[in-house]
């Protein structure tokens, strides 16, 4: 793995001005990314032109689409595959309402680099901005591990192409997508953990797909 091509994906549901700051996350980091391929979800009845709100910072590494929103699973499907994912070589998950600081994707890299056999790494979060409190916290997981799995945070999902292959070919949806693809991943893949955890925010603003009710009020 010496030229390693990096493929983020991000899927978005009403959270534009969000976005926009993860669009900048991901344009900042040390290691170039070579594509951020990010999907845009509307309801089916309101399916509005949002490309005015990005037509400033998309570019030849930033590619967005537009679709309807459907199970979280699909809608990160949709990013994944809006461009040839074939090509890449690693599949970082950004979440749009995290913050990732410029040394998040060199670290996975580098990681990656230095142990080939692992498929799929995940790291524990330590900094929270929970509404305008920035916390000091010791985030494990959110629970839902397989069996004899150790996953970590499902912001900090990062995967190879092995394990991408085995996320893209899921047809049964069920629960939400981490749990899918932990599945997927723990009867098929090696997992690691790394520690990213000085790289990533995890933003609790109450409109959290599974854990708004962690905002403190």
Not at 78 to 92: K, M
Not at 161 to 174: D, E, G, P, T, W
Request: proline share 3%; glycine share 4%.
């Amino acid at each position: 793995m010496s030229n390693v091509k990096v493929l983020c994906f991000t899927t978005s549901y009403k959270r534009h001005k969000m976005l926009r700051g993860t669009i900048n996350d991901i344009k900042n980091q040390s290691y170039p990314v070579d594509m951020h391929s990010i999907n845009v979800a509307s309801d089916v009845f309101d399916f509005t032109d949002y490309s005015p709100l990005y037509d400033d910072v998309e570019s030849d590494n930033c590619k967005i689409v537009y679709n309807i929103n459907g199970h979280q699973h699909k809608n990160y499907i949709n990013a994944i595959t809006a461009v040839d994912y074939s090509s890449y070589d690693l599949f970082i998950k950004i979440d749009d309402d995290d913050i990732y600081k410029k040394e998040y994707v060199k670290t996975i890299v580098d990681y990656f680099k230095q142990h080939p056999e692992v498929d799929v790494v995940s790291s524990k979060i330590s900094l929270q901005l929970n509404g305008d409190i920035l916390r000091l916290v010791n985030a494990n997981n959110l629970g839902g591990n397989p069996e004899n799995c150790d996953f970590k945070m499902p912001p900090t999902f990062a995967f190879n192409r092995k394990a991408a292959n085995h996320v893209v070919s899921l047809s049964n949806i069920y629960g939400f997508e981490d749990h899918m693809w932990r599945d997927a991943w723990c009867a098929n893949c090696n997992i690691a953990e790394i520690n990213n955890q000085d790289n990533i925010i995890w933003n609790i603003h109450g409109q959290n797909i599974s854990t708004s009710d962690f905002l403190i009020k």
